[in-house]
């Protein structure tokens, strides 16, 4: 039974990642870290958790985990994967957002490129849900025919939900982004906050792949709400777009068309996501055990994905398109900050 550990349990998230532990058959949840020992104990207490730390470095050495999760905010992100490595812990499975701006991704993307022991990948686990898979296998088999246009929409801003848009674009269509031309507005989202998530409260993306994909990506206030309603964050969806039909996924339901015949139907957003959690969680140990079996959310292509993101803020400050890969300038968030403030 591999040994899971999780770092950041004082916060809401953590509770979908031990929740999922009902259905992952090869591991087991052996230690907690955070940094405030009453919202950790209450954490632990409910899922009868005896390991508790207030330091992930002493936890990796007393536990020696295979894998650790990582619900803390997106600051502590390149942190914990040094020390992980460090460590010699074989697996990390890190929350999204990936990064917060270009300094962080820039140096996320350093130690990505030094080739570390440790596998990584990032927390997008709706590319496990049930009817998420059976979408992308329907397209991956051909059914809609060849991709032409993606659309693909949350709810709340890129720091929150839009980077789990992007990697959806990606699961239907993966395929490099080439360019990106963006617009952004608001500065609600870019005040500094507690859970370090930063992004402007509404953007609008055009993305080219370079198989000749199109792509539009809706992030904040301005996305299309999903029918059946709900609160803010009940509103991700991607639509595909190809020869003969589209297929399109909302957190509530699915619609496919193809060769002329409509279906649709409805999904319960939390049963998909806890048996999504699960299958992401096995994925990491079907890499541990065959390093032929990569995760679909590894690090490598979630910061091809967090370059698109920051390459929409180069386009929306200098007002032209931008080619990607982006090197990012600096201080992309006090630059939109002082740019959209009223
Ligand atoms: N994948 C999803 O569907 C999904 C959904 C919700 C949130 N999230 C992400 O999960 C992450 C956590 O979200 P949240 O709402 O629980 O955040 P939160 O800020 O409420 O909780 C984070 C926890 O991390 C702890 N922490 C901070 N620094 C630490 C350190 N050095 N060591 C140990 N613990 C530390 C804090 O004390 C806090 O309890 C965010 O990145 C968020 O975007 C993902």
Known sequence: MYKSVIIGVGGGRAHGHADAYQYVKR????????????????????????????????????????????SAPPNLRLEVLE??????VPAVLVEKPLAIQGEDYLALRNFAARKPKVKIAINHQLQFHPCRQRLQKLVEDGAIGNIRFIEA??????????????????AFNPAAPSAVFGQVSGVKGLQPNRQ?????????AAVEYDNGVQASLRCGENAPRVPRGGAIWQHKRIAVYGMSGYVHWTMWGWETFIDGAYESGEHEYPEEDVLGQAAMCEAMFDWLEDDSKIHPLNLERALVDFNVILALYASALNHKVIELPYQPEADLVPKLRQALAD
């Open 27 to 70: 591991g087991r949840v052996v230690a907690v870290c955070d940094l405030r020992p009453k919202a950790m104990d209450d954490f632990a207490d409910k899922y009868d958790v005896k390991a508790r730390y207030t330091d992930y470095r002493e936890m990796f050495e007393k536990e020696k985990p295979d894998l650790a999760q990582v």
């Open 83 to 88: 020390a992980a490595e460090s460590a010699g």
């Open 153 to 170: 929409s949350s709810g709340m801003n890129l720091a929150y939900q839009g980077t789990h848009s992007l990697q959806a674009i990606g």
């Open 196 to 204: 370090e998530h930063y992004a402007p409260d509404q953007s609008l």
